[in-house]
């Protein structure tokens, strides 16, 4: 079973900063790796699948690199809607499916 | 408009049964894999369940194999989910997804609480 380990658990800081997200998975799963974004009070939402391709109407802020075990989901300049809950999840065992345990992005 | 939409949660007792409805419009449901996400309060998303858009392929977690019933209604462009056997960990805002390599839809979610 692969697992994924995201950190940091919390990150707190001011609009305008660029945020740095990190998930790291327990052996390589190529680049088949999704980042979802969960405001409070609502569903997630895919943002990056493969790594590094953005979802159609996801702002070009939000980008996505990495492959094999470290990957990483940058938002480059924070908006204040950007503030919510961030989940890596693998495809690497499919039909199964992996979620990291989350990193908050908190308003500092 | 494209979108999914779960119902059937509420409360159940521990042992008791809940039968999970997603309602599915604006494109076609038969072609698409679909999967149930759950997310415990105040915790992080745990998938539970997978069905193909061809039968019979279905597959669980371990944490809901054997109590759990994933299946579809293509005619009614509905998926399903029978939950027996409820446990108070069973306790999850439950998530209804479409599949496309990854879960590109997902849905409101249905809150299932299981208490006595």
């Known amino acids: 079973e692969i697992l994924l380990t995201q950190s940091p658990a919390t990150l707190s800081l001011s609009p305008g900063e660029r945020a740095t997200l990190s998930c790291r998975a327990s052996q390589s799963i190529s680049d088949s790796l999704a980042w979802y974004q969960q405001r409070p009070g609502q569903a997630p939402r895919l943002l990056i699948y493969g790594a590094s391709h953005r979802v159609t109407g996801i702002p070009d802020r939000f980008s996505g690199s990495g492959s094999g075990t470290d990957f990483t989901l940058t938002i480059s300049s924070l908006e204040p809607e950007d503030f919510a809950v961030y989940y890596c999840?693998?495809?690497?065992?499919?039909?199964?499916?992996?979620f990291g345990q989350g990193t908050r992005l908190d308003i500092k | 408009d494209v979108q999914l939409v779960e119902s059937g949660g509420g409360l159940a007792q521990p042992g008791g049964s809940l039968r999970l409805s997603c309602a599915a419009s604006?494109?076609?449901?038969?072609?698409?894999?679909f999967n149930w996400v759950r997310q415990a309060p105040g915790k992080g998303l745990e998938w539970i369940s997978y069905?193909?858009?061809?039968?019979?392929?279905?597959e669980y977690a371990e944490s809901v194999k054997g109590r759990f019933t994933i299946s579809r209604d293509n005619a009614k462009n509905t998926l399903y989910l029978q939950m027996d056997n409820l446990r108070a960990e069973d306790t999850a805002v439950y998530y209804c997804?479409?599949?496309?390599?990854?879960?590109?839809?997902w849905g409101r979610g249905t809150l299932v609480t299981v208490s006595s």
């Open positions: 069905i193909s858009n061809k039968y019979p392929r279905v």
């Open positions: 604006g494109f076609t449901f038969s072609t698409y894999e």
């Open positions: 999840q693998e495809r690497n065992n499919w039909p199964s499916i992996t």
């Open positions: 997804t479409r599949e496309f390599w990854y879960l590109n839809l």
